[in-house]
């Protein structure tokens, strides 16, 4: 079984930078690149939202919340995805989780344990 194991996170003040990451263990490493990864976030009171995703061809897509200022990037070598953050703000307080969705076999997704970030001065 497949499992993310998410790291990085931790809290920092308003306009400060982090950075998450994502490693799938249990992976062949030759099937990451059929994988989208991709950026969620759980912020306080609200549903788990859409904040990017990264394709193995090295294209990507961000919510317009965090356009901008949000990054996300991978290593297929590594089979790991990055999320670096940029000019975070207090609202940018959630848990992140990254998810992998193969991109023919609807079953093989999976989610990371989620990582908490917190932006407060």
């Known amino acids: 079984q497949v499992q993310l194991v998410e790291s990085g996170g931790g809290s920092v003040q308003p306009g400060g930078s982090l950075r998450v990451s994502c490693r799938a263990s249990?992976?062949?490493?030759?099937?990451?690149?059929?994988?989208?990864t991709s950026w969620y976030r759980k912020r306080p009171g609200l549903e788990r939202e859409f904040i990017a995703r990264?394709?193995?061809?090295?294209?990507?897509d961000y919510a317009d919340a965090v356009k901008g200022r949000f990054s996300a990037s991978r290593d297929n070598s590594r089979k790991t995805v990055y999320l670096q953050m940029n000019a975070l703000q207090p609202e940018d307080t959630a848990v992140y989780y990254c998810?992998?969705?193969?991109?023919?076999?609807?079953?093989?997704?999976?989610w990371g344990q989620g990582i908490q970030v917190t932006v407060s001065s």
């Open positions: 998810n992998f969705n193969h991109s023919t076999i609807q079953s093989y997704s999976y």
């Open positions: 990264a394709t193995s061809s090295g294209s990507t």
């Open positions: 249990r992976m062949i490493t030759s099937t990451f690149w059929q994988y989208i």
